[in-house]
């Protein structure tokens, strides 16, 4: 089974910084293959894309809203996805889940997984 769980999220200043994590428990070796994300959502928003960390190349994908603010990185043995929110703003406010996609095929639909949450409030 597949279980994806972020953590760190938290309370921060504006202009403050955050380390989120996700661990991919059943991924495995796998891991690697899968493109991961970062998506958010507040509070009568929808859930926006943050960033996307491929798994080829590795190529990244970044929101213009948290371009030069947040990065993405994963470790690919440990087998866990972060994301790193520096400069952080009050509408950054919002959950953040962790998501992993794997195209398998033409025909097929992909496997992807989402995790919980986790709570990022900024505010002074």
């Known amino acids: 089974q597949v279980q994806l769980v972020e953590s760190g999220g938290g309370l921060a200043q504006p202009g403050g910084s955050l380390g989120l994590s996700c661990t991919t428990a059943?991924?495995?070796?796998?891991?690697?293959?899968?493109?991961m994300s970062w998506y958010r959502q507040a509070p009568g928003k929808e859930r926006e894309l943050v960033a996307t960390?491929?798994?080829?190349?590795?190529?990244?994908y970044y929101a213009d809203s948290v371009k030069g603010r947040f990065t993405i990185s994963r470790d690919n043995v440990k087998a866990i996805l972060y994301l790193r929110l520096d400069k952080l703003k009050p509408e950054d406010t919002a959950i953040y889940y962790c998501?992993?996609?794997?195209?398998?095929?033409?025909?097929?639909?992909?496997?992807?997984?989402w995790g919980q949450g986790t709570q990022v409030t900024v505010s002074s």
């Open positions: 960390l491929y798994a080829r190349g590795p190529s990244t």
């Open positions: 998501f992993a996609r794997k195209e398998i095929g033409l025909g097929s639909a992909p496997s992807e997984y």
């Open positions: 059943g991924l495995s070796y796998l891991f690697s293959s899968y493109d």
